[in-house]
């Protein structure tokens, strides 16, 4: 079946502009995932969704950063007034539900680059 | 707050090399562990996990990894690397129970070579 899969695949935008990135979910999978990677550095968590529901924003570095779900389908992850420190690569996962004993499985990443 | 440390960033083998790739992880408390590999052009994908029961699990690809809990690590293995086993590879944590979000190293980068 499709894996999870993220639009765009690359972005480059301008210091100051608004990003809106999209991950849509393996079908059925309830949980969904974001996980940034700064270059040189490992995944870092920035928020799940169970279902609709965000019970774990803690991963957020500001609040230029916000992401919602609709339905128990695609997400979208905003960063407002991007900044040179928000590239990155975007990674998404799902998994069929949350806790610590599902796999997650990840999609291809949205390298972001800010000008 | 738990972080994982894989002191090896780039490891260069030839073929049939025996690999051990090193994981540490800070958190005291109810973990489960993971290896997560790339390959190039990839996406994320899972190599084996642990719960609990036995510390020596194996995985995909002739891959294992053992836990030792005294020594808080996760260290993976495998008796004679391929080409193909060119990739990068992550470690990650999370907490049990209910807790989902997983907790990376900085990935190690493998680099077979023929």
């Known amino acids: 079946g499709a894996g999870v899969s993220q639009s765009p695949s690359n972005k480059v935008t301008e210091k100051g502009k608004d990003v809106e990135l999209r991950c849509d979910p393996i079908?059925?999978?309830?949980?969904l995932y974001w996980y940034r990677q700064r270059l040189g550095q490992g995944l870092e968590f920035l928020i799940y969704?169970?279902?609709?529901?965000?019970?774990?924003k803690s991963g957020l570095p500001s609040d230029r950063f916000s992401a919602e779900r609709t339905g128990e389908s695609v997400s979208t992850l905003t960063i407002q007034r991007t900044q040179q420190e928000d590239s990155a690569v975007y990674l998404c996962?799902?998994?069929?539900?949350?806790?610590?004993?599902?796999?997650?499985?990840f999609g291809p990443g949205t390298r972001l680059t800010v000008l | 707050a738990q972080s994982v440390s894989q002191h090896n960033h780039h490891v260069i083998l030839s073929e049939a090399a025996s690999l051990e790739l090193g994981c540490n992880y800070s958190?005291?408390?109810?973990?489960?562990l993971f290896w997560y590999v790339q390959y190039p052009g990839q996406h994320l994908q899972l190599l084996l996990k642990?719960?609990?029961?036995?510390?020596l699990v194996k995985g995909i690809k002739g891959f294992e990894a053992e836990f030792i809990k005294s020594k808080f690590s996760f260290n993976l293995r495998k008796p004679s690397v391929q080409w193909s086993d060119t990739a990068e590879y992550f470690c990650?944590?999370?907490?049990?129970?209910?807790?989902?979000?997983?907790?990376f190293g900085t990935g190690t980068r493998l680099q077979v070579t023929l």
């Open positions: 996962a799902s998994s069929p539900r949350t806790g610590a004993y599902n796999e997650q499985f």
């Open positions: 079908s059925g999978h309830t949980a």
């Open positions: 969704f169970q279902g609709n529901s965000a019970p774990d």
């Open positions: 958190y005291g408390g109810t973990v489960n």
């Open positions: 642990y719960f609990s029961g036995d510390p």
């Open positions: 990650a944590v999370n907490r049990g129970g209910t807790a989902s979000k997983l907790t």
